[in-house]
């Protein structure tokens, strides 16, 4: 692309004060932004080529007095609309110019609301400023007909890997396999964490935050993501949905077992984490086999438990009515829940 030299600094007046030795500069000029192309449709087949180019021409700084390229300042602000309004993306660049792959700018657009299969406007622009007492100078806006893909989902778990993306200890399961996921961890408030579809630092898919402040929730896989966050911590319930690319967390309280053997209720059988094991366990005891069976209160919630599953020692996560799984034993036993694995939650008796 021919380089196009833009004045942006036309020197129309200058004054030295005294004061700070600073020159007065007038005359600045908004730098002017092209695109490599004005339509694109995001292909999965082609997510680690490059799919978009902006470029923007180079400023050339003049002034009677000594001043450095960069002190000119620019960032690239992204919208979804063309007041730009709400800015979904605001990028400090030194460089003139910036490249994104299918994969990263489809995580973009997926984390502003873009619908897979259905063309939007995504809107950009550049804006400029010599100093932080000056006023931005905005270039043209471009403006590029982007047609976003359904996330590739090509894994059954996704891990919480830590910073260094060297450790793995949890993960969260897409039982339905529709994209989304949900699972148990315990973490510490404030733990930094990112979800791949691996456990590698070379996983093919790794999600962190939009890296945009109040941007804690969207999931975003752009080299630039931010890592996640617990708000929290404690003993959590995380869900991941890469259709919707955001995240959620939900703090779990209590666990509690009930049946016939304590009149149902949902408080006089409370269940203790195990942290070194990574279990739950109540003491239960009875004096005849469960006929109804017992569930796991969640929170002490009759609509999030755990109750039948198919498989001896399975048991279900449900948020509606349904029934308890299966207790035989006669006496004071231990119950131990295992939710370690989401594909599958797990009880036996000791």
Not at 36 to 47: G, I, N, P, V, Y
Not at 195 to 206: P, Q, R, V
Request: hydrophobic share 40%.
């Amino acid at each position: 692309m021919k380089q196009l030299t833009l004045y942006i600094l036309a020197l129309l007046f200058v004054a030295c004060k005294k004061e700070g030795g600073m020159p007065a500069v007038t005359g600045i000029r908004p730098a002017v932004l092209h695109s490599s192309t004005q339509e694109l449709t995001l292909k999965a087949t082609d997510r680690k080529a490059v799919a978009l180019q902006l470029v923007w021409d180079e400023a050339i700084l003049q002034s009677d007095a000594a001043m450095a390229q960069s002190a000119l300042k620019n960032k690239i602000e992204i919208a979804a609309d063309a007041s730009f309004s709400t800015l979904a993306k605001s990028i400090e660049q030194e460089a003139s110019a910036i490249s994104y792959t299918h994969e990263q700018l489809n995580s973009l657009v997926s984390g502003m609301g873009f619908v897979p299969g259905e063309k939007k406007a995504l809107y950009v622009r550049i804006a400029s400023r010599l100093g932080a007492n000056t006023d931005w100078l905005y270039s043209n806006v471009v403006s590029i007909a982007v047609t976003a893909y359904a996330p590739i989902q090509d894994a059954a778990y996704l891990y919480l890997a830590n910073k260094e993306l060297n450790q793995f200890s949890w993960k969260l399961c897409s039982r339905k396999e529709d994209g989304v996921y949900d699972g148990f961890v315990r973490l510490d408030q404030w733990y930094n964490f990112y979800f791949t579809n691996e456990e590698s630092a070379n996983a093919s898919l790794i999600y962190g935050s939009y890296p945009l402040d109040g941007s804690q929730y969207i999931l975003y896989s752009g080299a630039d993501r931010w890592n996640c966050w617990t708000s929290l911590g404690g003993y959590l319930y995380l869900t991941a949905d890469i259709n919707k690319m955001s995240w959620k967390e939900t703090s779990v309280e209590s666990l509690a077992v009930t049946g016939d053997f304590n009149g149902w209720s949902a408080t006089a059988t409370p269940m203790a984490y195990d942290q070194a094991a990574k279990v739950w366990k109540a003491t239960i005891t009875t004096t005849a086999a469960e006929q109804w069976g017992i569930k796991v209160l969640i929170n002490g919630s009759w609509t999030w438990f755990f109750g039948a599953a198919e498989g001896e020692g399975n048991c279900a996560l449900y948020t509606a009515d349904g029934s308890g799984f299966a207790y035989d034993k006669v006496g004071t036993y231990t119950l131990i829940l295992d939710l370690t694995d989401p594909k599958q939650f797990k009880y036996h008796v000791e």
